[in-house]
């Protein structure tokens, strides 16, 4: 039933919307109670998830966990949605 489900998403254009939605969902989850009250915004563009946050030494702080962020989120997901985290 999953990979009829799946097959008719993919058929329709409607997986890569979806998943898109289920990783920008799980940021709060990833990132932590503390960094989600900071976060104002989340979007994907390109492959590039955008976090506008608040406070400006957050940003510089989770500049430099890019990576490991970008691996945690995909793993939440199940699949490569993103490449790369941009912090505003």
Do not use: H
């Not at 039933?1 to 990783?23: A, F, S, V, W």
């Not at 940021?27 to 503390?34: I, N, S």
């Not at 492959?47 to 702080?61: C, E, F, H």
């Amino acid at each position: 039933m999953k990979d009829i489900l799946l097959r008719n998403l993919r058929e329709q254009g409607l997986e890569t919307p979806l998943l898109q939605k289920r990783l920008v969902d799980s940021w709060p989850e990833v990132a932590g109670p503390v960094i989600a009250r900071y976060t104002l915004n989340t979007y994907i563009y390109n492959q590039t998830l955008y976090v506008r946050l608040s406070n400006p030494s957050l940003r510089a702080d989770l500049s430099l966990m890019r990576g490991e962020l970008v691996k945690k989120l995909n793993a939440v997901v199940g699949q490569q949605v993103i490449s790369d985290v941009c912090f505003g």
